[in-house]
């Protein structure tokens, strides 16, 4: 529901309530309205605007005068006693990659791109193939399983983990870790920051010896690289090491995680598409990015002002927050037709991994582990069927939801290759 007030010092213009659990499951009926009425929208509740048209949100992205905004701008909000606690998260994130100011990002950008070249996440491929399999191999004789705890959450985890170095009895340590620091991009509350930060001091206590023995004894992973970097003059301490392994390990699957749970329930609520996909298997890439536009991991992400931006007839003052709902823009009608319609044969661009120097540099993994999960999932499971009573939805960030629980029954497919032949 609507209504228009007076704010102050601005024209009098429509209220929308953003964070309601309505919206939250569904907000594409509002931000139609809010795309429709008021594009570049000033939130009184989020005291931030808020963009909803693909063009806008596209300039934005690109324009260098809307900087990441820094999440420990953030918890500097918070009452004193409360930054008083969470200082040691603060000192972590302030070191993250996106988080910093535009040059430290580029300079830590520029590292670790190297590692996120086409040709380096390609020769992942066998990798994430042998481990989806062994996962399968864990459930396929059940006829059931849990897909989000089973599948869409070690499989990216167990990934990451390898490009970092991390042994592999040690894997299946970090999917706890990463989602007590999804709190963070949460709205702010204290217990649930300092779990958050009880997580990253384990990470990186744990990750300690391993840089300490890439030193003695370099290897090929990312940690011996930015180890390398370090001695190079170009990460500036260990505790930026530190620091951007977390990020990593935290943000190099949970993009994945979304992008597999989302999209398999996708397919599974529209059983046309998915017959379409697994009678023509050549779809799959295509139908990933349908996933992507529909449902992105991502539903907004925010930007910070660090000069006045006049967009679209409205202006955005300095040091003014900006949500840039990549959802908004993924459904909207003037970019792509009929957006509402899940349709694995488009071919529309879509925002989900963002644009201009902040582009997620894990998108290239994140559809190769989609493409192996997917592909060996209609490969080895037939008559997938989710199980409605047991599928679970969290609150995630502004406009979206994740799940938590994605409970599915199969048979298993009598004409599955066998994985030494696949492998």
Not at 49 to 75: E, F, S
Not at 134 to 145: K, S, V
Not at 221 to 244: C, K, R, Y
Request: with cysteine; aromatic share 6%.
């Amino acid at each position: 529901m609507t209504r228009t007030v007076a704010g102050s010092g601005r024209a009098a213009e429509p209220v929308y309530d953003l964070l309601s659990e309505q919206v939250a499951a569904d907000p594409h009926p509002l931000l139609h309205r809010m795309r429709a009425a008021d594009p570049v929208h000033w939130s009184g509740q989020l005291n931030a605007w808020v963009l909803t048209r693909y063009a806008d949100i596209v300039q934005a992205l690109k324009d260098p005068r809307l900087t990441a905004a820094r999440m420990v701008g953030q918890l500097d909000r918070l009452p004193d006693e409360q930054r008083r606690q969470v200082e040691p998260l603060r000192a972590s994130i302030a070191l993250w990659m996106g988080h910093t100011n535009p040059a430290d990002h580029a300079r830590m950008q520029r590292v670790i791109k190297r590692y996120f070249t086409p040709g380096t996440v390609e020769a992942l491929r066998p990798q994430a193939q042998e481990i989806t399999d062994e996962l399968i191999d864990g459930f396929i004789g059940r006829g059931e399983c849990e897909i989000v705890s089973e599948l869409a959450r070690p499989l990216p985890a167990r990934v990451i983990a390898g490009m970092l170095g991390i042994p592999a009895a040690d894997r299946d340590l970090l999917p706890s870790w990463s989602r007590a620091i999804s709190a963070v991009f949460q709205p702010l509350d204290l217990p649930s920051l300092l779990h958050s930060q009880q997580s990253i001091l384990e990470m990186s206590e744990y990750l300690r010896p391993l840089v300490a023995a890439r030193r003695r004894h370099p290897q090929d992973d990312l940690i011996s690289m930015l180890v390398a970097a370090q001695d190079q003059g170009t990460i500036h301490s260990e505790d930026e090491i530190l620091a951007n392994c977390v990020l990593l390990l935290f943000a190099g699957h949970e993009t994945t995680v979304g992008l597999i749970s989302k999209g398999l329930r996708l397919l599974l609520d529209h059983p046309d598409q998915l017959e379409l996909l697994r009678a023509d298997p050549g779809l799959l890439p295509g139908a990933i990015e349908e996933m992507l536009r529909y449902d992105g991991p991502a539903a907004a992400t925010t930007r910070l002002a660090v000069a006045p931006v006049e967009l679209a007839g409205r202006t955005i003052d300095a040091d003014q927050l900006v949500f840039v709902a990549l959802a908004a823009g993924n459904h909207d009608p003037a970019h792509c037709p009929d957006p509402d319609r899940f349709d694995i044969t488009r071919a529309a661009r879509h925002l989900a991994f963002g644009q201009g120097t902040f582009y997620c540099l894990g998108a290239a993994l994140a559809r190769m582990e989609a493409q192996v999960c997917f592909s060996t999932m209609f490969r080895r499971m037939s008559d997938l069927r989710a199980q409605p009573a047991g599928v679970c939805w969290q609150r995630q960030t502004l406009f979206s939801r994740s799940l938590t629980a994605l409970p599915v029954t199969f048979s298993p497919a009598a004409s599955a290759p066998d994985r030494a032949r696949t492998r």
